[in-house]
């Protein structure tokens, strides 16, 4: 009887041992459970802070000009007798383009002149009559007026002559010629433009606080949407004297070789002038930098994980630099090697546990390019 008493009790001990054991489990399962979901794992991406040359640079837009360029045009009216180009020709200064009719003016020309080698000959022979006193000071004197007077016309039409042709005031490439051979032209009509295309001009503009920072022989970078990729290296080649009193900015220009004729006047540019001495900085791309009123941070991830499960981030404020392309310099607050959360900070505090998943992190650039998909 007692035997069995002891059995019932042993057995009743290990259900309610079993009971309490269970209930404290559920418990730590439960806390478990519950801790996870207060703070639970987020994914994010990462990039590593890295020390590289830095240089601050000025960005602006601007466009291009020729260093020469005009629209040619006749200061007088005619027909089109002659035209000795085509579109798009590379021509030297002084070349001939384009002759109006001028039969009329030529014969005059050629009138005048006559009557100017008649005056010619008059004033010699009386200049050889006046040696045996045949003829008076005065007659030679005449003579030689009427001499000037007839060479001033002669001068006077061939000016008029030449007025109805039309050359390369300086060497260039022309354009697309606007006028076909028999054309009546009046004055002042377009007949091509001539552009000089090398070197070439950029034009932009530029804050009043950044003059300081510009002067005449700096070098620029210009990039071309036209030739995605492409890098166009000139220097500053003037700066003007004078400040906008309306916008506050002041014209740059800066001269870019251009031997192969590629870069068009009118064109749009982007340019950038660096400016100060090449530094030493850590640079991480511009997404890791949360930007808040209070302060800009980031956060850097703790590898040195001991008994978690996940790693975790912490938050860190730091001061930045200048920008380039995708990238920010940082001045304080994260060192070289750091791997900071570049994806994913929406969800962040300080101890988040984090899961890195970097398969598809876009590469970050210093001259990013828009690409057409």
């Not at 030739?227 to 870019?256: C, E, H, M």
């Not at 870069?263 to 949360?290: D, E, N, S, W």
């Amino acid at each position: 009887m007692i035997k069995r008493m002891v059995i019932m009790l042993l057995a009743t001990g290990a259900v309610f041992g079993g009971l309490y054991w269970f209930q404290n489990f559920k418990a730590g399962i439960i806390q478990q459970v519950m801790a996870g979901m207060a703070n639970p794992a987020q994914t994010v991406s990462t990039a590593v802070a890295d020390v590289t040359d830095w240089q601050d640079e000025i960005e602006a837009v601007g466009s291009l000009r020729a260093a020469n360029g005009a629209d040619l045009a006749l200061e007088v009216s005619g027909i089109v007798q002659n035209i000795s180009f085509n579109s798009g020709d590379a021509v030297e200064q002084g070349q001939t383009l384009l002759q109006l009719n001028a039969t009329e003016d030529n014969a005059k020309l050629v009138s005048l002149e006559a009557t100017l080698d008649n005056y010619n000959i008059t004033l010699q022979r009386d200049l050889a009559q006046l040696n045996v006193k045949a003829v008076s000071q005065a007659t030679v004197d005449t003579d030689r007026a009427n001499v000037k007077n007839a060479q001033a016309l002669v001068d006077q039409q061939k000016a008029v002559v030449e007025q109805k042709t039309l050359k390369a005031p300086f060497a260039g490439r022309l354009g697309i010629r606007s006028v076909d051979l028999g054309q009546y032209l009046t004055a002042g009509t377009t007949v091509v433009t001539l552009q000089s295309l090398d070197p070439i001009y950029v034009d932009f503009y530029l804050p009043q606080q950044d003059v300081s920072r510009l002067k005449v022989g700096q070098d620029v970078t210009t990039t071309i949407d036209a030739y995605p990729g492409k890098t166009f290296t000139g220097q500053i080649s003037a700066i003007n004297p004078k400040v906008d009193s309306t916008s506050r900015n002041v014209q740059v220009r800066a001269t870019l070789k251009n031997a192969d004729g590629s870069l068009l006047p009118g064109m749009f540019a982007r340019v950038k002038v660096a400016t100060g001495a090449v530094q030493q900085l850590v640079t991480v791309p511009q997404t890791a930098i949360v930007y808040n009123p209070y302060g800009d941070s980031v956060f850097i991830v703790d590898k040195d994980k001991g008994n978690r499960e996940h790693d975790s981030v912490r938050q860190v404020f730091v001061k930045t630099g200048s920008v380039r392309g995708d990238f920010v310099a940082v001045t304080d607050g994260v060192k070289s090697g750091d791997n900071v959360v570049i994806a994913g900070q929406l969800k962040l505090r300080g101890g988040t546990p984090v899961i890195v998943d970097n398969s598809h992190v876009p590469t970050s650039q210093n001259a990013p390019e828009i690409k057409d998909q």
